[in-house]
T-cell receptor, first 112, second 111 residues
């Protein structure tokens, strides 16, 4: 069956360090992968999209990599700040056109 | 402001009651979807639509009904509410190439 795995345990890092979050998937052949941020009590907010033919994508302090052989995406936040504390979700299309499934998310806590 | 508008923000229903969760977007997106989010379960897709008149089932469609008569609106109907439908419901619209915009959610409690 199709599965998206994110580390459901919280990730705690010190301010200024680089946070790295992992998204692994099985039985998908995604044309793209997306990352979202969700704050408590709010809807997810789109951050970045990376396509299957792209190895890396950057946006300000954010970097996403996509390895279709390993079936894995890594999401990096450099020079992390307490304001980056949130839950980060990855999302894939599978089982139908624009049928998008989300991972459970990883909660990031940046400690001042 | 442009975006996805969900109403109501909060709702309490009795078991067996029916209701409609409203979702409207003003970005002219063909794609719209409904998710529910439960603690420890993440976002689960209920129904989605790739255009007016076209809908399809997601992962957890039972107990929910949708229709898409216009590009702007995508209401979600609970036919006979059950306590298992207590959840936070999110509507989204967008495109696979540029990402999806979510509404602020409807918090539903079924007693």
């Amino acid at each position: 069956s199709q599965k998206i795995e994110q580390n459901s345990e919280a990730l705690n890092i010190q301010e200024g360090k680089t946070a790295t979050l992992t998204c692994n998937y099985t039985n998908y052949s995604p044309a793209y992968l997306q990352w979202y941020r969700q704050d408590p009590g709010r809807g997810p907010v789109f951050l970045l999209l990376i396509r299957e033919n792209e190895k890396e994508k950057r946006k300000e302090r954010l970097k996403v990599t996509f390895d279709t052989t390993l079936k894995q995406s890594l999401f990096h936040i450099t020079a992390s700040q307490p304001a980056d504390s949130a839950t980060y979700l990855c999302a894939l299309e599978g089982g139908g056109y624009q049928k998008v499934t989300f991972g459970i998310g990883t909660k990031l806590q940046v400690i001042p | 402001n442009a975006g996805v508008t969900q109403t109501p923000k909060f709702q309490v229903l009795k078991t067996g009651q029916s209701m409609t969760l409203q979702c409207a977007q003003d970005m002219n997106h063909e794609y719209m979807s409904w998710y529910r989010q439960d603690p420890g379960m993440g976002l689960r897709l209920i129904h989605y639509s790739v255009g007016a008149g076209i809908t399809d089932q997601g992962e957890v469609p039972n107990g929910y009904n949708v229709s898409r008569s216009t590009t702007e609106d995508f209401p979600l109907r609970l036919l006979s509410a059950a306590p298992s439908q207590t959840s936070v419901y999110f509507c989204a619209s967008g495109d696979r190439e540029v990402g999806y915009t979510f509404g602020s959610g409807t918090r539903l409690t079924v007693v």
